[in-house]
């Protein structure tokens, strides 16, 4: 019941006096009043405030009482407000007109207050009941119609006084043939009053289950329970019916859903919204090693073999969001820690109304011996049974695969064609199965040479091929060919038998240079192999003239090199250089020169790179680094003025810096001679790349008095980080500069700021390529310390320059 102070009631009454009473009256009683003096103004009020109560003086100046309480009483909001007829008209005829009009009572002036107290506190309190009732009664018709379970209520005597449209949905029943149903659908009553446990007990029910036919003669699985119920001390029974056949169906999927669970040979795994691992399979155990109880609450990370990137798992969630489902071949970890591949299949279950993540279902399966069937297919598909080399089939795959990369990519390659000279002679003089350990031991050497970077194949008979990437230079092309020409003349031990008459002879072409299709690759390779053949075998060929010419040279020029060191060609000239401070000669620098038997003097330009690319520069070096002590010691015995020399060192000599100074040690103990009469002259393109070693080491070097000079600065190789880095005594200035200086004005900055900055490294500066008296005068008005170069002396014979000293200089 409402609470008195919300309780709003309307007072109707055209006597002012009375009106006022009557509201004084009820607001001490706690009501919230509203007044009106008219009928018309009444029914205003009432419809804009609801009161809870309405009371009407029947003898009103406008329209009568009964008038304005018909009017609220059709009113939707009024025609369960109580009115209350306040009048003192008292005869029959007009109190039967009140009642008729739908008022609630009658009270008669002069009023009797506290029976209108009361009066009026009853019929709200009826008022609030009533609606708490009719709400009541609502909701449950309401629940009633809206159930989709058949609800029906019976008398006794098995009548079938109720029941809901559910109900009468299950069973097709039309409105007529209510009667009947229990007679025709359902179990007899009594059946159906048997599954009830006690009939004192009126709340507890029981389920039947049973089959019966619709109108169409199907038959359907029913269920009905049974209740008492008691409805104005009458006993009733409340049958309660629905249709299970999607249950039923629903509960046969799902045994079926466990027997695959429980029984299929795939690993099954649940996991929730946020990937934790809700359910596994017996089979899911049985794959992994992990027991239901070590993975239930952990994440399937647990499994994570390491193998893939982080972009791969990436992407396979990417898949999972975007698309609901992903599958794919993945490597897993067992709980021993055997890794194994699988074939996975997730799928995303969403929320059919939010689109919310439920759960991730994981399918997958161990293809192990699935793959290792397929890849003992593979390879003996693709790999020569005898030698393990790919074979012509994979062999013409990667050819094709490098023709289409280098057109995308514009990647180069070269391609060798191979073939063993005299093996057709082992074959036939001491059989197959010594010409099989020949090819053996053929591959062996070849793949040994080439390397994991390149593809070696066996083609059939004793035909190789090598695809070899074009990171490799021409020069280094060469040095491959000249090694597997090399191994491949070494002598075969066969079952203990020696073969010393064993030889390769290999031809080689390029993509795209000779050709970008595999059959005329192929060819060109052939050809340039049969060349070699006709050179004599033993030997290797390019397939274009030019690069055969090239490739002739350089096997000349290293044989011809070969011989210089060992019959010691190379000789030393000398270059002085002049101290722009004392205009002495104290130093001078060692160049080499090639006295070649034949040809004379051969520059260093002409050799020092390709002895460098070889590796024959550090024989070459340690020659020079002798005849250079050699002659320091012997100026120091005839009191030369010449107290140093400047030696040129290759990037291949600091290689290995512990070699090459134990060595330089060596010759100055040899020699009677001082680090400090020794400067090492490095280039800047030396300086680039060397590791923490050779730094190390030049520090202990010059702090042992030995002294390092950056040869050719300012040629565009360095950074000025490494002149910091490196301990530098001397900067060269590049000839380069020097030259062009009277015409340059830039090139006259450039030294001004080498010569600068050299002093504030605390570094000597010397100008080399310095050819006329304006160059020298420029230099030694900028503070130049030492200068060299065609003005003061070309390079010499150590004789030429020991008279050179005596026409120009004296000691002191």
């Known amino acids: 019941m409402n609470n008195r102070d919300t309780n709003r009631v309307l007072i109707v009454d055209d006597d ?87 008022s609630s009572d009658y009270i008669t002036k002069p009023i009797h207050w506290a029976v209108l107290k009361n009066r009026l506190s009853y019929l709200l309190q ?40 559910s109900a009468r949905q299950i069973f097709d029943l039309p409105e007529d043939d209510t009667d009947l149903l229990l007679h025709r659908y359902l179990p007899s009553f009594q059946e159906l009053l048997a599954i009830l446990p006690g009939s004192n007990n ?72 946020k990937n934790v691992i809700r359910s596994v399979n017996p089979a899911f155990c049985k794959i992994t090693g992990f027991a239901e109880e070590e993975v239930i609450g952990e994440s399937p990370a647990l499994l994570s073999s390491g193998r893939h990137a982080k972009e791969f798992y990436d992407q396979m969630w990417k898949q999972l969001q975007t698309e609901g489902s992903w599958q794919g071949e993945i490597w897993n970890r067992r709980k021993s820690g055997e890794l194994y591949p699988e074939w996975l299949s997730i799928n995303t279950v969403r929320n059919s109304e939010t689109n ?161 299709d595999m059959e005329t690759l192929l060819k060109h390779a052939d050809m340039a192999m049969y060349r070699a053949k006709e050179a004599g075998r033993n030997t290797y060929r390019f397939y274009t003239e030019e690069m055969n010419s090239h490739a002739l040279h350089r096997i000349r020029l290293e044989e011809e090199l070969r011989y210089a060191i060992e019959h010691k060609e190379f000789i030393l000239f000398y270059q002085p250089k002049l101290d722009l401070t004392s205009n002495d000669i104290h130093s001078v620098e060692a160049l080499i020169r090639w006295q070649h038997r034949t040809k004379g003097l051969i520059p260093p330009i002409e050799f020092i790179p390709f002895a460098e690319e070889t590796g024959l520069i550090n024989e070459i070096g340690e020659q020079i680094l002798d005849i250079a002590c050699k002659q320091l010691q012997q100026w120091q015995q005839k009191s030369s003025p010449v107290e140093k ?20 040690e060596d010759r100055l103990n040899r020699y009677g001679l001082r680090r400090d009469q020794i400067k090492l002259e490095i280039t800047e393109h030396l300086l680039m790349g060397k590791d923490d070693n050779v730094i190390a080491q030049l520090h202990h070097q010059r702090q042992s008095g030995l002294s390092v000079a950056i040869d050719d600065f300012g040629t565009g190789y360095s950074s000025l ?92």
């Open 126 to 165: 009826v008022k609030e009941t009533t609606s708490a009732l009719q709400i009541s009664e609502a909701r449950k018709s309401a629940i009633l119609n809206s159930t989709a379970d058949g609800i029906i209520t019976v008398s006794p005597l098995g009548k079938v006084i109720d029941i809901n449209p």
């Open 202 to 273: 009126i709340s507890r029910t029981k389920a039947i289950r049973f089959n019966r036919k619709n109108p169409e003669g199907e038959l359907f699985p029913i269920e009905v329970s049974c209740s008492r119920i008691m409805h104005s001390s009458q006993e009733l029974y409340s049958l309660t019916v629905r249709d299970i056949s999607d249950r039923i169906a629903h509960e046969e999927a799902m045994k079926l859903a466990s027997s695959v669970f429980n029984n299929t040979s795939e690993a099954i795994v649940i996991t929730d919204d």
């Open 645 to 664: 020399i400047a030696l040129n060192i290759s990037s291949c000599q600091l290689d290995k810096p512990e070699q090459f100074f134990s060595g330089l």
């Open 356 to 516: 919310d993540v439920l759960r991730y279902i994981g399918l997958f399966s161990d293809i192990t011996q699935r793959k290792k069937y397929e890849e003992d297919i593979w390879y003996q598909a693709n790999y020569d049974a005898l030698t393990d080399l790919p074979n012509r089939t994979l062999f013409s795959a990667k050819l094709k695969e490098a023709i289409v990369r280098q057109k995308q990519e514009g990647r180069p390659f070269a391609l060798m064609f191979i073939d063993l000279d005299r093996f057709k002679e082992v074959n036939d003089t001491l059989g197959h199965s010594y010409g099989d350990l020949l090819l053996l031991e053929a591959a062996r050497r070849l793949q040994k040479i080439a390397g994991p970077e390149n593809l070696v194949a066996r083609l059939g008979g004793d035909e190789f091929t090598a695809l070899i990437d074009q990171k490799y230079t021409v020069q280094q092309l060469e040095k491959i060919a000249e090694r597997i020409v090399s191994e491949l003349r070494k002598p075969f031990v066969l079952n203990g038998q020696e073969l010393s008459y064993i030889s390769g002879s290999i031809g080689i072409t390029f993509c795209p240079g000779d050709a970008t």
């Open 721 to 812: 980080s490494y002149l910091q880095v490196f301990p530098l005594d001397e900067l060269k200035i590049d000839q380069s500069f020097i030259r062009n200086l009277s015409e340059n004005s830039k090139n006259k900055t450039l030294v001004q700021a080498i010569i600068t900055m050299g002093h504030a490294l605390n570094m000597s500066v010397i100008a080399e390529g310095v050819e006329n008296q304006e160059q020298m005068d420029f230099l030694i008005d900028n503070g130049c310390d030492q200068a060299q170069g065609y003005l003061l002396s070309k390079p010499l014979p150590a004789e030429a320059l020991d008279n050179w000293l005596a026409d120009n200089f004296c000691r002191n």
């Open 16 to 102: 002012p006096l009375f009106l006022m009473m009557l509201e004084q009256f009820l607001v001490n009683q706690g009501y919230a009043v509203f007044k009106a003096d008219s009928g018309v103004q009444a029914v205003s009020i009432f419809k804009e405030y609801l009161p809870d109560a309405v009371l009407l003086d029947g003898d009103l100046p406008d329209i009568s009482g009964v008038e304005v309480c018909q009017q609220i009483k059709q009113l939707p909001e009024g025609h369960h407000i109580p009115v209350i007829m306040v009048t003192a008209m008292n005869d029959e005829s007009f109190i039967d007109q009140s009642f008729h009009s739908g």
